[in-house]
Nanobody, 125 residues
Framework: QVQLVESGGGLVQAGGSLRLSCAAS????????MGWFRQAPGKEREFVAA????????YYADSMQGRFTISRDNAKNTVHLQMNSLKPGDTAVYYC??????????????????WGQGTQVTVST
């Protein structure tokens, strides 16, 4: 009942920046939390950041904090991930996810109900 579409991925040199966007449609009024995850080849899906749909609460993986910033635009039903000082280790497919109702967990992928198709981020040396 919620559709998510990511955009903004691409190829960037190390030290550069990218801004990812996730557009949500459908039953967006029931969204409680939005999250960003990433998955590199041969690795588990990794939590990046999350944001409450209402209020100012944001959450980051320790390795991302200070470089990545998650934000939202409720009027546009869109969540963004600003990524600065990118490293080759950031290369992955980045996924947007939505949780519809209250849940305390935001790190595990199983805590989210809907997922986008992902957008590729490649950081060159």
């Amino acid at each position: 009942q919620v559709q998510l579409v990511e955009s903004g991925g691409g190829l960037v040199q190390a030290g550069g920046s990218l801004r990812l966007s996730c557009a949500a449609s459908g039953r967006t009024r029931n969204i409680y939390r939005m999250g960003w995850f990433r998955q590199a080849p041969g690795k588990e899906r990794e939590f990046v950041a999350a944001i409450r749909w209402s209020g100012d609460s944001t959450y980051y993986a320790d390795s991302m904090q200070g470089r990545f910033t998650i934000s939202r635009d409720n009027a546009k039903n869109t969540v963004h991930l600003q990524m600065n000082s990118l490293k080759p280790g950031d290369t992955a497919v980045y996924y947007c996810a939505a949780r519809l109702y209250s849940e305390s967990d935001y790190v595990r992928p199983s805590a989210y109900d809907y997922w986008g198709q992902g957008t590729q981020v490649t950081v060159s040396t």
